[in-house]
DNA sequence: AGTCCTCACCGG
DNA sequence: AACTCCGGTGAGGACT
């Protein structure tokens, strides 16, 4: 009996599968069965299921209440692994691996169509191209050698079978779907907008705040349009370059607190108000499609919904069923503890070999200041801030922490030079558009620019276009190897939760929510928990790091912080 | 009528 | 204190 078979699509509700050794090659015959889901159902020594892609064959048995173990999602290894080659953007679906392999002509990736509200099935399947059994082992075959002459061979088959699970949990969790209650949503607007005016007009609190700023400015102002509230800023003799909020702050002008309430009122109503409640929300569900490595660092985005961006006022309507609770789990500090296990920097490391606040313990061992001076610090660091408090911190942390600052600082030297990056696992840096100066073509570049004496470590002059090349590869091996270790962590929850009522119903960067039964939640805490020290061994290795969460069992969201 | 862009906010 | 990294979203407006 095999642990890994292939699987494909056939005619119908059909199937056709074979078993496969160690080496991706069938050990036997391909079966023909006309039911894919009685298939895999009827195969649950099954360890690894091998398909084209999981948004194709995951919701159907999902809605048949199959749960698979694990999986191999081709597209979304050849994603992987074209980007560890330096070929992202060329088409990564089976039918287009398949050409470049006979060199055929290889077809374009079909366009990805916008997420429908309430759909339960995932949407990253606008047209599916049917790839017979034999084809896809072809391509199979040929995705286990590039693992092998990639950099590090085994963190890319890590990081391959880690996105084939984020798959498996992103399936499960458009499923389950976010416990949402729309009439406790529909008291917070209420309590925020006032009544709405039949017609489908501004509700009443936004329509009032209108009315402030007109009078403010002695004239009739629309602030949503920053056009017009520039404007009106100009005629009463103030210069504004934007209407942003922290630009607005600064003024002294009756005008600037009606406005800024009205931005955060209206973002709310356009954003997260009655008709966003009307779309995505169902049976007491949110349904976001989650699209893991959605983003190029690696990190998931979701298509529709906003799944990621959900204010925290609205977070009052997310409430556990009746006897269930919402364990909420945030990993501390995760992008510092990253940065200590990816360089290996010993001081570093030792800060980040506690659970304590990682920021407080910078501040005490290395600083003179206070905590948020040592965290902005470091994450000036990260990030490739060009200015403000955190640089003058920069050069205590290359002191204290060489490793560290190095290894992001060689980071966006590759970047300025136009050099690819990895995080830990491989996941590869996107090639910088136009890899030249040829943006924008017949126009010449702008003027090369002073470096500024005090940071830059190149010695040549890199122009403003090729540093901000280097700030994103500079934060890309960072954030993107946090992404690694979230994938792991939430391949290591799920396999952890699987005999449980618990579900996985939320996940947000460094953030999870599990839905739960009462009497499950502490060990789901301690699930998650586990999660977060495992995934940090499997993912860097034995190091001091340590990756705590600070967690929460709560009944609604909005009492998790 | 549809597409693309800018703005400004939300989240990490 | 300043606005650096990664995204999604909707509205309005300019364009085809």
């Given at each position: 009996?095999?642990?890994?078979?292939?699987?494909?699509?056939?005619?119908?509700?059909?199937?056709?599968?074979?078993?496969?050794?160690?080496?991706?090659?069938?050990?036997?015959?391909?079966?023909?069965?006309?039911?894919?889901?009685?298939?895999?159902?009827?195969?649950?020594?099954?360890?690894?299921?091998?398909?084209?892609?999981?948004?194709?064959?995951?919701?159907?048995?999902?809605?048949?209440?199959?749960?698979?173990?694990?999986?191999?999602?081709?597209?979304?290894?050849?994603?992987?692994?074209?980007?560890?080659?330096?070929?992202?953007?060329?088409?990564?679906?089976?039918?287009?691996?398949?050409?470049?392999?006979?060199?055929?002509?290889?077809?374009?990736?079909?366009?990805?169509?916008?997420?429908?509200?309430?759909?339960?099935?995932?949407?990253?399947?606008?047209?599916?191209?049917?790839?017979?059994?034999?084809?896809?082992?072809?391509?199979?075959?040929?995705?286990?050698?590039?693992?092998?002459?990639?950099?590090?061979?085994?963190?890319?088959?890590?990081?391959?079978?880690?996105?084939?699970?984020?798959?498996?949990?992103?399936?499960?969790?458009?499923?389950?779907?976010?416990?949402?209650?729309?009439?406790?949503?529909?008291?917070?607007?209420?309590?925020?907008?006032?009544?709405?005016?039949?017609?489908?007009?501004e509700?009443r609190r936004l329509a009032e705040l209108a009315e402030e700023v007109s009078a403010a400015f002695?004239?009739r102002v629309r602030p949503?349009?920053?056009?017009?509230?520039?404007?009106?800023?100009?005629?009463?003799?103030?210069?504004?370059?934007?209407?942003?909020?922290?630009?607005?702050?600064?003024?002294?002008?009756?005008a600037?607190?009606p406005?800024?309430?009205y931005?955060?009122?209206?973002?709310?109503?356009?954003?997260?108000?009655?008709?966003?409640?009307?779309?995505?929300?169902?049976?007491?569900?949110?349904?976001?499609?989650?699209?893991?490595?959605?983003?190029?660092?690696?990190?998931?985005?979701?298509?529709?919904?906003?799944?990621?961006?959900?204010?925290?006022?609205?977070?009052?309507?997310?409430?556990?069923?009746?006897?269930?609770?919402?364990?909420?789990?945030?990993?501390?500090?995760?992008?510092?503890?990253?940065?200590?296990?990816?360089?290996?920097?010993?001081?570093?490391?030792?800060?980040?070999?506690?659970?304590?606040?990682?920021?407080?313990?910078?501040?005490?061992?290395?600083?003179?200041?206070?905590?948020?001076?040592?965290?902005?610090?470091?994450?000036?660091?990260?990030?490739?801030?060009?200015?403000?408090?955190?640089?003058?911190?920069?050069?205590?942390?290359?002191?204290?922490?060489?490793?560290?600052?190095?290894?992001?600082?060689?980071?966006?030297?590759?970047?300025?030079?136009?050099?690819?990056?990895?995080?830990?696992?491989?996941?590869?840096?996107?090639?910088?558009?136009?890899?030249?100066?040829?943006?924008?073509?017949?126009?010449?570049?702008?003027?090369?620019?002073?470096?500024?004496?005090?940071?830059?470590?190149?010695?040549?002059?890199?122009?403003?276009?090729?540093?901000?090349?280097?700030?994103?590869?500079?934060?890309?091996?960072?954030?993107?190897?946090?992404?690694?270790?979230?994938?792991?962590?939430?391949?290591?929850?799920?396999?952890?939760?699987?005999?449980?009522?618990?579900?996985?119903?939320?996940?947000?960067?460094?953030?999870?929510?599990?839905?739960?039964?009462?009497?499950?939640?502490?060990?789901?805490?301690?699930?998650?928990?586990?999660?977060?020290?495992?995934?940090?061994?499997?993912?860097?290795?034995?190091?001091?790091?340590?990756?705590?969460?600070?967690?929460?069992?709560?009944?609604?969201?909005?009492?998790?912080?």
């Amino acid at each position: 009996m095999s642990d890994r078979w292939a699987l494909a699509a056939a005619e119908g509700d059909g199937a056709r599968l074979v078993p496969l050794g160690p080496d991706g090659l069938p050990t036997g015959p391909v079966r023909a069965e006309p039911d894919l889901v009685e298939a895999v159902r009827s195969r649950p020594e099954v360890g690894r299921w091998v398909w084209r892609s999981t948004a194709e064959i995951y919701p159907r048995l999902l809605a048949a209440g199959v749960r698979v173990e694990r999986c191999y999602d081709i597209e979304d290894a050849e994603l992987l692994l074209l980007g560890h080659q330096g070929r992202l953007g060329e088409p990564r679906s089976a039918a287009a691996a398949l050409a470049r392999l006979r060199n055929a002509p290889v077809p374009p990736d079909p366009p990805q169509r916008a997420a429908e509200p309430g759909s339960q099935s995932s949407l990253f399947e606008p047209q599916p191209v049917p790839v017979p059994l034999e084809a896809l082992l072809e391509v199979y075959a040929d995705q286990l050698r590039r693992h092998e002459a990639a950099e590090h061979p085994g963190r890319m088959r890590l990081l391959t079978a880690a996105e084939s699970a984020g798959m498996l949990v992103a399936a499960e969790m458009n499923r389950a779907g976010l416990p949402w209650r729309a009439d406790v949503h529909r008291d917070v607007l209420h309590e925020l907008l006032g009544e709405r005016y039949p017609g489908g007009g501004e509700p009443r609190r936004l329509a009032e705040l209108a009315e402030e700023v007109s009078a403010a400015f002695g004239r009739r102002v629309r602030p949503d349009l920053p056009a017009d509230v520039v404007k009106a800023f100009a005629q009463a003799g103030i210069k504004v370059r934007s209407t942003r909020r922290w630009e607005l702050e600064e003024l002294d002008h009756p005008a600037v607190k009606p406005l800024i309430q009205y931005k955060k009122l209206y973002r709310i109503w356009t954003a997260h108000g009655w008709s966003w409640l009307k779309d995505w929300v169902r049976d007491g569900r949110f349904r976001p499609e989650y699209l893991p490595g959605g983003t190029v660092s690696g990190r998931w985005t979701t298509n529709g919904g906003g799944a990621l961006q959900i204010p925290k006022v609205i977070r009052r309507a997310v409430v556990a069923d009746e006897g269930w609770r919402l364990v909420v789990a945030d990993a501390d500090q995760m992008e510092p503890r990253v940065l200590a296990a990816i360089s290996r920097d010993r001081g570093l490391m030792e800060i980040s070999g506690h659970d304590g606040d990682l920021y407080s313990a910078l501040s005490d061992r290395a600083f003179s200041g206070d905590r948020d001076h040592a965290k902005l610090a470091l994450l000036g660091a990260i990030y490739g801030q060009t200015s403000g408090d955190g640089l003058k911190n920069l050069a205590m942390l290359r002191r204290r922490f060489p490793l560290a600052v190095a290894y992001v600082d060689d980071a966006a030297r590759a970047g300025e030079e136009g050099r690819l990056v990895r995080t830990w696992l491989g996941r590869t840096s996107p090639r910088a558009v136009g890899s030249g100066d040829d943006e924008e073509a017949g126009i010449p570049q702008e003027s090369e620019e002073l470096p500024s004496p005090d940071t830059e470590f190149t010695p040549g002059y890199a122009s403003s276009n090729a540093r901000a090349r280097g700030r994103f590869t500079r934060n890309f091996v960072v954030q993107g190897s946090a992404a690694d270790w979230a994938l792991l962590m939430l391949a290591a929850l799920r396999q952890a939760t699987a005999g449980m009522r618990a579900e996985l119903v939320f996940f947000q960067h460094d953030e999870v929510i599990v839905h739960c039964p009462a009497e499950e939640a502490e060990e789901v805490a301690k699930a998650i928990r586990a999660a977060g020290e495992l995934a940090g061994r499997i993912a860097f290795g034995e190091t001091p790091v340590r990756f705590p969460f600070t967690t929460a069992v709560v009944q609604c969201y909005a009492d998790a912080k």
